[in-house]
């Protein structure tokens, strides 16, 4: 039977709590926090979803903390192959202009911090999050659709510490070895890196009216400075997933990574947007978005001459629901389930090459081509069809469709 963990009031003596690690100042603090608020011991869990940082250094930051239990884990083919690339077959944006790169992570990240709590034995699993934002929403709700029963430790909702400063107090007075050097070279944006994306927020970037930094950003040239020349790329297609590159095979991960890299250099993928967090709020974000632009673009392109018309009209019905449910935290939610399992159907036969042109921030389709294609160059032609379409036809199926036009028009 299913080891029921009950909830228990701050301060109760733990046996092991799981914390989502970075090895950054909020959790280097929070390690120290729930060894001593909880009287447990700590096992850190730290995942590499190419973030474009070294991860390993946290392994020695752990240690010093005296953590014994340090999992690091390369999980960036799984984070493409299973969560970034069934969501890109749905072509899932929130709000019209967000492509999801924070919310898709929270996920993957859930479902090996529940895992590693149940392999250790561990009482809870904590993270980082701060209670005015989605993630602590996103970690949590797909924490408990996977372990009914998991416990969650949120310090930022327990805690005293409310700013940065107490933070670094907090971390003098408890003699946690802080880099403060790097601290006070700091991006003063809080971001948040991974495969898809990074995202800015914080600073000036509060104020919705104040045009970012062009430094701020890190994946991409500003459109101004990219090359004068564009650039082609082709992207191969099967079952609704990129497999290639211009002719060569790669991995989903291999995919995003290159995507990144030559988007990036043309100045694609960036975003200003000002969007409604779960919670209520309205909050101003900034992101870099490369491989997610590219595919997003790329996919519809390839779905247009593959996918029947009412199946992709439909899909395009459901999709903001679909992209509500990921950015609210409901990955695991049997409603998203279902929809991943009829969109996945749609994607069979969404085979083939799409060519692109990338140039000074946009992406222009130039190109596309598939054995599967729905495209009837012989119907299409305005030359001769030969018979293939009778265009008589026309007459009766425009009266059919204007009857209650015209019955309302008599009135």
């Known amino acids: 039977m299913k080891k029921i963990r009950l909830r228990r009031a701050q301060g109760t003596k733990m046996n092991k709590v799981v914390l989502a690690y970075s090895g950054g100042l909020d959790t280097s603090i929070i390690v120290k926090w729930l060894q001593d608020t909880y009287q447990c011991e700590v096992v850190t869990f730290t995942a590499d979803i190419g973030q474009g940082e ?6 020695a930051k752990a240690k010093a903390a005296g953590v014994k239990e340090i999992y690091i884990e390369d999980l960036r083919e799984e984070f493409a192959r299973d969560f970034v690339f069934p969501m890109f077959r749905a072509n899932a944006i929130y709000e019209g202009e967000y492509l999801l790169g ?35 929403v996103r970690f949590e709700l797909n924490a408990y659709a996977l372990d009914a029963d ?61 045009e970012p930094e062009d430094d701020m950003w890190r994946w991409t040239v500003s459109p101004e400075n990219a090359p004068d020349k564009a650039e082609y790329i082709e992207l191969a297609y099967a079952k609704g997933d990129i497999v290639a590159i211009d002719g060569e095979a790669m991995s989903p991960a291999m995919v995003m990574e290159v995507l990144n890299q030559r988007a990036g250099s043309h100045g694609i993928g960036r975003d200003d947007i000002v969007e409604n967090r779960f919670v209520g ?48 935290g409901f990955w695991f939610a049997p409603e998203r389930e279902m929809l991943q399992a009829a969109i996945d159907q749609t994607q069979e036969n969404v085979n083939g090459t799409v060519r692109l042109k990338l140039y ?6 130039v190109g596309r081509k598939s054995d599967d294609s729905l495209f009837s160059e012989k119907i299409a032609t305005f030359e001769d069809d030969e ?25």
């Open 102 to 136: 924070t919310s898709i992570a929270r996920p993957l990240i859930s479902k090996r911090l529940v895992e590693i709590a149940n392999e250790v034995g561990a009482d809870a699993i904590s993270h980082g999050a701060t209670g005015k934002g989605n993630d602590q």
């Open 281 to 328: 709020m309205k909050s101003r974000g900034c992101y870099e978005t490369p491989a997610g632009t590219v595919m997003l673009k790329a996919h519809r392109a390839m779905e247009s001459l593959t996918l029947d018309r009412n199946a992709a009209h439909l899909k395009d019905e459901l999709m903001p629901k679909y992209a509500e449910m990921v950015y609210n």
């Open 360 to 365: 000074k921030g946009g992406i222009t389709v």
């Open 54 to 59: 070294e991860v390993e250094p946290a392994r």
């Open 150 to 210: 998991i416990q969650v430790i949120a310090p930022w909702r327990e805690w005293e510490l409310s700013s940065r400063e107490s933070l670094m107090n907090f971390a003098e007075s408890h003699g946690i070895e802080i880099d403060y050097q790097k601290q006070d070279k700091k991006s003063p944006y809080s971001m948040d890196a991974n495969l898809l994306h990074i995202s800015y927020e914080g600073d000036i970037l509060e104020d919705p009216w104040a």
């Open 387 to 411: 018979g293939a379409y009778d265009q008589t036809d026309a007459a009766g199926f425009i009266k059919l469709n204007a009857l209650r036009l015209r019955l309302k028009a008599l009135k």
